[in-house]
């Protein structure tokens, strides 16, 4: 069996990295991963494939920056071409990226079966691109792993119940994995000690585009008067500049380079808060046991909200300062995201159904 399977985006690649280890274990499976180049930094992207050694990509499409159309059209582009040169017996697509939705796209219409990892999330907030990415993406799929019970609901209220699967949370496989194997030195690389800092991620359009918005989410994290270690992606840094915000930003948080995924890990575990518009970070703060003050008004991980652990104050200074201060949930066991063998069971129903397709 051969699997073409799509990348582009951080996330992805640490996807990528826990269940292309799984594949490696099947003899009777090749993988050829396609980087679209959606990520291009170094600290964004070629620092994931060294550290978590994820097999190099066969190709790199090197296409970056520009609109969502320009970068989806152009995908699909050259995703189609390598398709027909492969001839893959199925397109494996992660998430919700602009690479999701090129990568299933090319599948449906050249009739290639896809297979959705991370399947059935909504934030019911069709602003966001990546919502309609996930949408299209579920609508044209094969296979639909999705990692929650809430993720299976969402697709069965849309009449998609065929080649659903909830198979648990990767990411939460490796979180496991990768945590219980890191010898990361970040802490010390930065004088930083545990549990005396609130560690922040902002990257989401919604919170870049916006000089209100972002002055908002900085004005709050300088006056909250706490230490706020803030890795900052290069559309934030970029914004940042834009606004006259860095300077401000820089003189008065402690601002370090994007890190890699064993680094994110330990600044996770050890920060006292985490404040982030990430999906993914919303859920790694779950995985770590840490509150988390998500800076959007809508979310995909809603059942961190349930619980209690997760709280949303969109991009609103006071709520932002008032939840830095006093949000602090008593946070208990869960088991929302698997058992930690996704993975195993991803690669398990593949070949049971392989002759299928």
Excluded at 337 to 350: L, M, Q, R, S, T
Aim: net charge neutral; aromatic share 8%.
């Amino acid at each position: 069996m051969k699997i073409l399977t799509i990348v582009g985006a951080r996330p992805q690649f640490i996807k990528s990295a826990i269940l292309s280890l799984e594949i490696l274990k099947h003899s009777n499976i090749q993988e050829i991963i396609l980087h679209t180049g959606q990520h291009y930094d170094d600290n964004m992207s070629n620092i994931f494939f060294e550290e978590l050694k994820i097999p190099k990509p066969k190709y790199n499409l090197n296409i970056n920056g520009g609109s969502h159309g320009f970068q989806t059209g152009n995908m699909i582009i050259e995703i189609e071409k390598i398709t027909q040169d492969e001839k893959p017996d199925a397109i494996l697509i992660y998430g919700d990226t602009n690479s999701t939705l090129a990568g299933a796209l090319v599948g449906a219409k050249l009739h290639v079966p896809v297979i959705h990892v991370e399947a059935g999330l909504r934030s019911f907030d069709k602003a966001m691109p990546e919502e309609i990415n996930r949408i299209c993406a579920d609508n044209v799929s094969k296979f639909l792993f999705c990692p929650t019970k809430v993720a299976v609901d969402n697709l069965i209220h849309e009449n998609i119940t065929k080649g659903v699967f909830m198979v648990g949370d990767i990411m939460y496989d490796s979180a496991i994995y990768f945590g219980n194997n890191s010898k990361s030195k970040i802490l010390e690389k930065n004088n930083l000690k545990s549990n005396e800092y609130i560690l922040t991620t902002i990257h989401r359009e919604a919170n870049t585009i916006s000089k209100e918005k972002l002055s908002n989410i900085i004005n709050a994290l300088i006056d909250s008067k706490e230490k706020i270690v803030l890795p900052l992606h290069p559309r934030t840094k970029k914004a940042l500049e834009d606004f006259d915000l860095y300077e401000k930003a820089k003189n008065s948080l402690k601002i370090i380079d994007p890190v890699g995924y064993l680094d994110m890990l330990a600044l996770e575990s050890n920060a006292k808060k985490i404040i982030t518009d990430s999906g993914g970070v919303q859920k790694e703060a779950c995985f770590v046991k840490k509150p988390c003050i998500t800076l959007r008004n809508s979310t995909e991980w809603i059942e961190t909200v349930t619980a209690g652990y997760n709280i949303l104050v969109d991009s609103d200074y006071n709520k932002i300062l008032d939840t830095i201060k006093n949000f602090n949930p008593k946070i208990t066991n869960y088991n929302f995201y698997g058992d930690g063998k996704a993975c195993e069971k991803i690669v398990n129903i593949i070949q049971g159904d392989y002759n299928g397709i």
